[in-house]
Nanobody, 115 residues
Framework: QVQLVESGGGLVQPGGSLRLSCAAS????????MGWYRQPPGKQRDLVAY???????NYADSVKGRFTISKDNAKNTVYLQMNSLKSEDTAVYYC?????????WGQGTQVTVSS
């Protein structure tokens, strides 16, 4: 089993920044991907960004140039630096870890962008 603990959500004004963290623990193999999904109120959960074991990254078009995903392999922790936040970024953000066919999820952290 893998456990994921997220932190860093909160309320921020438009144009502001937040950094989300997700620490993984448990039965983690050497090869895995980690990333973030988000679910706005009343909408489906969509991929925001992910990073592979080798460090390759992928972003949703809506966050390219504003969000940056990174990870600390020694700590099994992934980060999402979110800059130039917009009201449409308001959502619950979920961290995930993918090993082969298995997906593990964090509990979610609320990000609210509002003046």
């Amino acid at each position: 089993q893998v456990q994921l603990v997220e932190s860093g959500g909160g309320l921020v004004q438009p144009g502001g920044s937040l950094r989300l963290s997700c620490a993984a623990s448990g039965s983690i193999f050497s090869i895995y991907n980690m990333g973030w999904y988000r679910q706005p109120p009343g909408k489906q959960r969509d991929l925001v960004a992910y990073i592979t074991t080798g460090g390759s990254t992928n972003y949703a078009d809506s966050v390219k140039g504003r969000f940056t995903i990174s990870k600390d392999n020694a700590k099994n922790t992934v980060y999402l630096q979110m800059n130039s936040l917009k009201s449409e970024d308001t959502a619950v953000y979920y961290c995930y870890l993918n090993q082969g066919r298995l997906y593990y999820w964090g509990q979610g952290t609320q990000v609210t962008v509002s003046s």
